[in-house]
């Protein structure tokens, strides 16, 4: 069936630092993968997504690299801040169909 | 525009009991999905609904259903409630842009708690 794993489980970085999350799924017909940052108590946010077509996008310190053959994507958080502390979820999903497949998160601590 | 908005906020039911969520999508989005939220299981998609009709259905029993109406906003229905039923709700507002590409934006959820 669908999948999404997600590692690692929690990452801790010094202030600065970068820091690496990676996703793999399991289907092929898969085209759209967001990552999303979810803050303690709030609702998950929209940070950056990317679709097959394309195998990296960048938008200041964030950034998201595809490799479709090998079903893997990844987010890159450069420079990392305290307040970059949070989850972090991948998903995957197919074009309509409202469904996303989630990863099981990442909790980021950035130490100041 | 205003955002994903969900009601009500928090919400406290006993087993047997059912429960209605509202969540009205960002105007002029179509599409809404609902999700749970829990430490267990992580976030699981329920269903979701575009122009007032179920297109897509997760792996959740019959006692979750839910409904779209003609103003986009739509409702989650659990019956039934069982303690394994706490947990966040969250609903999100697609966006679909000129090409058909889909982006989801989640509202602040409804936090469930079955005692």
């Known amino acids: 069936g669908e999948n999404v794993e997600q590692h690692p489980s929690t990452l801790s970085v010094q202030e600065g630092d970068s820091a690496v999350i990676k996703c793999t799924y399991s289907?092929?017909?898969?085209?759209?993968f967001p990552w999303y940052k979810q803050e303690l108590g709030k609702r998950p946010q929209l940070i950056i997504d990317?679709?097959?077509?394309?195998g990296e996008k960048k938008d200041q310190r964030i950034a998201v690299t595809l490799n479709k053959t090998a079903k893997h994507f990844s987010l890159h958080i450069t420079e990392t801040q305290p307040e970059d502390s949070a989850v972090y979820f991948c998903a995957a999903s197919m074009s309509n169909t409202g469904k996303l497949i989630f990863g099981q998160g990442t909790t980021l601590q950035v130490k100041p | 525009k205003a955002g994903v908005t969900q009601t009500p906020r928090y919400l406290i039911k006993t087993r047997g009991q059912q429960v209605t969520l509202s969540c009205s999508p960002i105007s002029g989005h179509r599409s809404v999905s609902w999700y749970q939220q829990t430490p267990g299981q992580g976030l699981q998609f329920l269903f979701e609904?575009?122009?007032?009709?179920?297109?897509n259905k997760g792996n959740f029993p019959g006692r979750f259903s839910g409904r779209q109406f003609s103003n986009s906003r739509s409702e989650m229905n659990v019956s039934t409630l069982e303690l394994g039923d706490s947990a966040l709700y969250l609903c999100?507002?697609?966006?679909?842009?000129?090409?058909?590409?889909?982006?989801?934006?989640f509202g602040p959820g409804t936090r469930l708690l079955v005692l």
């Open positions: 990317i679709r097959s077509n394309v």
């Open positions: 609904y575009f122009s007032e009709t179920q297109r």
């Open positions: 999100a507002s697609t966006r679909r842009g000129v090409v058909g590409e889909e982006t989801q934006y």
């Open positions: 289907d092929s017909a898969s085209n759209y």
